[in-house]
């Protein structure tokens, strides 16, 4: 037997062999079955998980920006018993010198019942000034009829775009907003009912908003929920959301005693808390496809070994080292899950970028309608790829893929040249 001598390593015949035994011949072809749903399943694994981790981040970055693009980020209470809120415009220069605040939003908020010649549903009523409109783009920039020019000199609202169709009501129609909260009389509380005109019509987007939110000139809202001069809270729009802790402490200096703030993260912290738990989790469970395949590598790569034992016992005879035989077999695995890692990327990607389209697609050929507005918040199917989540996925999948192929190719490397020889 000759000397074993030392090779530089991944020199180019050790790629040679890798390349060819990945090559399916006659006798081969079961290997090669079990290479080939290896690749396939990696290949899924990795783009079914990139979609949907796309799909999970689109529909929290756009829950998130419709429900900010709605509510402040920030919400200033004045403690009952300090007196009525009616030093508002006072307060609001104040917070609006603090670092980082953008807009201090005025709202009087209150429940009401809308009425039509159609039919009456419950809606939620803001009091808010055409200032503090123009400050929610999601609003201002979403109207489909009607304008909001003047809205503090009127008496008309502004109602949203499922809300109209329901009541079948059109911008100049008369509508009639009842409160259960009216005067006092000696028989009891008797509700509070006025008509209002139908200044304009907005869509959001997002059904429940667009089924249940109504605004009212800041002015009319005090006379018809009898607030006198006083608000019911401030609304605080910060320049970066994400951030909010860091302007806390200006605001609150601004404010002195006698107030309570609460942010956005409170006010949404089951919703979005229950969205991360579900991405985790859908994350863990999707994983299990690379995983699944990563085994097939193993299994397929330990009956390639088997298969090719004379092989591997004329080659060490000819000098080849324990190492090269390893890296071998490690370069035929590694391939599998290298080349479906980055078809999975590519396809997961292009499937992200068309979502919306295949959404479509796949409605027209079954008839069906999916994403229906009426029962999810979103009207459209949103996939955002993050870059980090994305390459963490591909790092998991080369991760599995080159750790699969440790095991056979140790093995391979351990191969008695005699032993596998004897029998042949």
Not at 35 to 55: D, N, P, R, Y
Not at 70 to 95: Q, S
Not at 350 to 356: L, S, Y
Not at 375 to 388: C, F, H, N, Q, T
């Amino acid at each position: 037997m000759s000397q074993s001598v030392d090779t530089r390593p991944f020199a180019p015949f050790e790629w040679m062999l890798a390349l060819r035994y990945l090559r399916s011949r006659r006798k081969e072809g079961f290997i090669s079955v079990i290479a080939g749903f290896s690749f396939i399943g990696i290949l899924l694994g990795v783009a079914t998980l990139i979609i949907v981790m796309a799909v999970m981040n689109g529909f929290r970055n756009q829950l998130f920006e419709k429900i900010l693009g709605i509510n402040g980020h920030i919400v200033v209470y004045k403690h009952a018993g300090t007196g009525p809120f009616d030093n508002y415009p006072e307060i609001a220069k104040r917070i609006e010198r603090s670092p980082g605040v953008k807009h201090v939003v005025p709202l009087i908020e209150g429940q009401v019942m809308v009425s039509s010649p159609m039919q009456a549903l419950g809606a939620y009523v803001r009091g808010i000034t055409e200032e503090g409109l123009s400050s929610l783009p999601l609003v201002s920039n979403n109207i489909i009829s009607g304008t909001l020019d003047g809205f503090d000199e009127q008496t008309g609202i502004a109602i949203g775009s499922r809300l109209s169709e329901a009541l079948g009501l059109r911008v100049g129609d008369a509508v009639t907003l009842v409160s259960p909260r009216g005067n006092s009389t000696p028989f009891g509380t008797a509700p509070r009912t006025k008509a209002y005109r139908v200044a304009a019509i907005f869509e959001m987007g997002m059904a429940e908003y667009d089924r249940t939110m109504l605004f009212m000139p800041m002015e009319e809202a005090k006379r018809y929920f009898s607030r006198g001069n006083q608000v019911d809270v401030l609304e605080v729009i910060v320049a970066d959301p994400e951030k909010v802790d860091a302007y806390i402490a200006g605001i609150n200096a601004a404010l002195g005693e006698g107030f309570s703030l609460l942010d956005w993260r409170q006010r949404n912290q089951t919703f979005f808390t229950v969205l991360e738990v579900e991405r985790t989790v859908m994350f863990i469970i999707l994983s299990l496809i690379v995983l699944v395949a990563a085994l097939n590598i193993i299994s397929g790569l330990m009956m390639l070994v088997k298969d090719k034992g004379r092989d591997i016992a004329i080659l060490r005879t000819m000098g080849a080292t324990k190492g090269a035989m390893m890296r071998v077999f490690l370069i035929t695995g590694a391939s599998i899950g290298f080349v479906g890692t980055f078809a999975g990327l590519i396809i997961g990607i292009i499937f992200c970028w068309n979502i919306e389209s295949i959404r479509q697609f796949v409605q027209w050929l079954t008839g069906t309608t999916l994403m229906d507005p009426t029962v999810y918040y979103l009207s459209r199917l949103p996939a955002d790829i993050d870059i980090g989540e994305t390459a963490s996925i591909v790092v998991m999948a080369l991760t599995l893929s080159l750790l699969a192929t440790l095991y056979p190719s140790w093995r391979a490397s351990r191969l008695d040249p005699v032993d596998a020889l004897r029998y042949e």
